[in-house]
């Protein structure tokens, strides 16, 4: 097993190259169920969950192929051949995300049957939304032997879906569920996430009628079971990676510049970081982030898009470390996501847990340990701390890591960072 080594580094410099996002990707690898033609797709990143999500492809029948070789980001996905309608067990357990092809496999096929993905680290994390929501649709449901079982005879038909809770992948289900439906589906209170625009303005390019596009009330007018036909589709470039290394940037006061980003998708984590007194110059595709004079402690809620993400709540609480003050950390969306509040202190950090809050008193003088890395976020909130810690840290456990980021000791390593990865 890999772990990342990391030892205290001086500042940071240089342009990094952000890449595509992997909750982009994933719905969007999902969606090429829906298709009738091989379906190019650029900027996928390189990270585990898109082979994986590939690896499922395949082995459902849909076939791959990179045309420009190994580090291009494109593949070429057919689904034509598609035949098995079983997402097993042995897939979803390395990745949750696999319950994206449930809402597909079911409006392609009429039948289907996915894992039931257990709890993870971060929380309980039930699916069902999705599935009542599938119901509402037509869909009849059994959970057999661990394994959601879908059915709907005559296909799925149009209706009004009201979700109980902001659900980013119910939605995406439900989206493409719709896209092939009888009649028009009706979704409100649907998450409004970017990469939830991105795979409505997919399935809208192919034709698909979707009225209220970036908003919480959706209208998709269903092709009554005709497959897709799919243009050509560009991931959107990271939000969490870009905020991650932004996070790299603020916490060792340095200059560092992203490149390939999309700057709109970052307004509640730039303005946190503005709060807290970093500098920004902004452009249409690059962010710069300069040095505060002094870190300023902040209060955070997590919460639905636009509001400031879940994904990014680890990582500041690392940077919070660093602050003049207390800061607050209040986590809304998932019921145990402050795994890594016991590593940070192990790496010398104050940090009080109450419930979903934690505080957290800077400015500690972090030293360097051996942390463990509990869940993918988590684990680059580490990474940052490992950033700031006097002494080397070693980051284990990394394959959470590996999940989401795409060679994040080389892209660290090219702004000067002292960072390997090593073997057990
Ligand atoms: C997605 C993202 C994840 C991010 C999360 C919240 C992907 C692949 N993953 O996860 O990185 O942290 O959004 O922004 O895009 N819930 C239910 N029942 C359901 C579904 C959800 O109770 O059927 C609850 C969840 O437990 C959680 C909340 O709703 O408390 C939001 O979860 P959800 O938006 O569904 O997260 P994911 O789509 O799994």
């Keep these: 097993m890999d772990y990342l080594q990391i030892s205290a580094s001086a500042k940071l410099s240089g342009t990094l190259t952000v890449s595509g996002a992997k909750n982009a990707a994933l719905p969007i690898l999902a969606a090429t169920i829906l298709a009738k033609n091989p379906v190019s797709v650029s900027n996928l990143p390189h990270v585990a969950d898109v082979r994986t999500f590939l690896r499922l492809i395949k082995l459902l029948g849909g076939e791959y192929s990179e045309p420009h070789g190994e580090l291009s980001g494109r593949q070429l996905i057919d689904t034509r051949s598609l035949d098995n309608t079983t997402a097993t067990y042995e897939i979803v357990k390395t990745m949750r995300a696999s319950i994206l092809t449930l809402g597909p496999l079911l409006a392609r096929f009429r039948e289907c049957r996915v894992s039931l993905p257990g709890g993870c680290a971060i929380g309980q994390r039930p699916v069902d939304l999705h599935l009542k929501a599938l119901e509402k649709m037509g869909a009849i449901i059994n959970i057999t032997e661990g394994y959601i079982h879908a ?11 009201v979700f109980d809770k902001i659900t980013v992948t119910g939605s995406e289900n ?29 399935i809208s390019a192919a034709g698909v009628e979707i009225r209220g596009i970036g908003t919480d009330e959706l209208e998709i007018v269903g092709t009554g079971g005709e497959l897709l036909e799919l243009q050509p589709i560009r ?9 991650t290394y932004l996070c790299a940037g603020a916490i060792t006061q340095s200059e560092i510049t992203l490149d390939h980003v ?9 303005d946190k970081l503005t709060q807290m007194g970093f500098g920004f110059e902004i452009t249409s595709d690059r962010i710069t982030i300069k040095p505060a004079k002094r870190i300023a402690p902040i209060e955070i809620v997590t919460s639905e898009y636009p509001a400031f993400p879940t994904d990014m709540q680890a990582q500041f609480m690392a940077l919070a470390t660093q602050a003049e003050g207390s800061s607050i950390i209040e986590e809304r969306l998932f ?3 402050f795994m890594h509040v016991g590593e940070l202190v192990r790496m010398g950090a104050q940090i009080a847990l109450r419930g979903n809050t934690a505080s957290v008193t800077g400015r500690a003088a972090l030293t ?33 890591l590996d999940r989401g980021y795409e060679k994040i000791e080389a892209k660290l390593g090219a702004l000067g960072a002292n960072i390997v990865r090593l073997e057990e």
């Design 174 to 202: 439900l989206i493409m569920a719709a896209a092939l439906a009888h009649g028009t589906t009706k979704i409100l209170n649907a998450a409004k996430e970017p990469e939830v625009v991105s795979l409505c303005e997919i």
């Design 235 to 243: 991931v959107i470039p990271d939000r969490i990676e870009a905020g």
């Design 262 to 270: 999309e700057p709109k998708h970052l307004e509640a984590v730039i």
């Design 368 to 400: 360097g340990a051996d942390v463990m890395a509990t869940d993918l976020r988590a684990s680059s909130a580490l990474v940052l701390a490992g950033l700031a810690a006097k002494g080397t840290t070693r980051v284990h456990r990394i394959y959470h």
């Design 151 to 161: 059915t709907a005879p005559s296909g799925l038909s149009g209706a009004t879906i």
């Design 335 to 337: 019921e145990n996501r």
